[in-house]
DNA sequence: ATACAAAGTTAAGTATACTTAAATATTTTG
DNA sequence: CAAAATATTTAAGTATACTTAACTTTGTAT
């Protein structure tokens, strides 16, 4: 049977894995996961058992076609929660992940549907991530940039933030930065990789760790 | 801390002593939450230890205020998610309990509320059932009858259906029965109490058990 | 090549929430 | 009012999912 934990150990399997693309280490995830290395070692061992996983002693985790089918479920069904919750009930951005974390694990394939419809089959959560299809297809998303990488003088849309921490969501909201977001980059100080960036009418300065969360698409005609 | 299966512990020792007013006998406890009686005794001390219950071996075990107030806050939850389903989503009142019965253990109370605003603070969910408030009031519901009880000749209105097992919702939408559709009594059979009734422009004979199921108001000039 | 640090596993123990079977209260009835 | 029937609790055991502490493997640096 496939308990709440299991299908967070998955869901954390497969992000690791989609980062790193080999087998994954169990130190790793028990980071990710806040549990002891102890408790992944047990549990990689019952995921293994279920075919989930493959799993060798010392040698990390991997998800087998099953343990990826399964995940990109669970995935599909955060995500969903996640655009349903910004869309039906009027929650902001920072708001749906820690709700739609939840309701993840309490979800029939018969309700997910129902809001992928409501929905309107969409492809991407309100963070820029692609949402799983129903067949465990991944929507393609446009090729994007990290904003670390952007050039000095080019306008960008922001297409995608990656993480979902719910005080760096709060802080790009209140420098009116969403999704869809025009930004342009005006320099780049080398002695910590901060940039300057207009949103809007106003300039803001950004951190490198901040940047590196934000992805973007290059504008046509922003050289002018 | 409070778990799912604490939750519904306390859900259920409120529905059970709503109808017999009084302690709720272990043994009734564990045949509606299908656990074995040791189970009951064991979660009993639990409960009483958190303040939630009183238990005195052998004699039952009553909700103190505090679990009192837990468990409305579960029903609350219970009970905006059926009438969400329905609304926001479409889904058929035979559907709800079973999404509703999982949902409601992992909502917070600030996505209960956005939910209840939604619905715009709705009195009854979708069997007729009072929703209870954010401050733990239960909304006054209209004096209702129970349709065994109703009289040869009247026209009634159905305000309420006291359970929520699919095969029943599903056959009572099949016979066009749904909250404030319009019943008249035709007859009732002594031999088994069942009763022959008119919804729309048809006749559907409905058994006993059926019957008590249903809560109606009787309608103004139904003797004309 | 070995010694050592880092990474990973095993062992033993905890909490929750169940089970069945045995023991003990309580209630009913003759 | 005592014996029988019923209701309830206790005891012992299971599964899941954790913990810490001790031990083992792996990889690396001299």
């Known amino acids: 049977m496939i308990t709440i934990s299991k299908e967070d150990y ?8 989609c980062e790193s693309r080999a087998k994954v280490s169990t130190s790793t995830l028990a980071e990710k996961l806040s549990v002891s290395n102890a408790a992944i070692s047990e549990m990689a061992k019952k995921l293994h058992n279920s075919g989930l996983v493959t799993y060798e002693k010392y040698k990390g985790v991997k998800l087998t076609g099953k343990g990826k089918r399964q ?35 309490q979800t029939s394939d018969f ?8 929905l309107n089959h969409p492809k991407c959560d309100p963070h820029g991530h692609p949402i799983p299809q129903r067949d465990g297809k991944i929507p393609a998303v446009p090729q994007s940039l990290n ?39 005006i320099e780049r100080l080398s ?6 960036v207009v949103i809007g009418n106003s300039n803001y300065r950004l951190s490198e760790q901040v940047a590196s969360k934000v992805f973007v698409t290059l504008n046509r005609n922003s050289n002018e």
């Open 147 to 185: 904003l670390t990488a952007a050039e000095k003088g080019n306008c960008y849309t922001i297409v995608k933030v990656v993480d979902e921490n719910k005080e760096l969501m709060d802080y790009l909201t209140s420098i009116s930065i969403g999704l869809n977001t025009e930004i342009k980059l």
């Open 10 to 17: 998955l869901k954390e399997i497969y992000n690791l894995s």
């Open 71 to 105: 995940a990109l479920k669970i995935i599909r069904r955060h995500r969903l929660w996640e655009s349903f919750l910004m869309d039906a009930l009027g929650l902001s951005w920072s708001e749906v992940h820690a709700e739609a974390e939840k309701l993840e694990h």
């Open 191 to 196: 002695f910590d990789n901060s940039i300057l």
């Open 111 to 118: 309700l997910i549907d129902r809001i992928d419809e409501y």
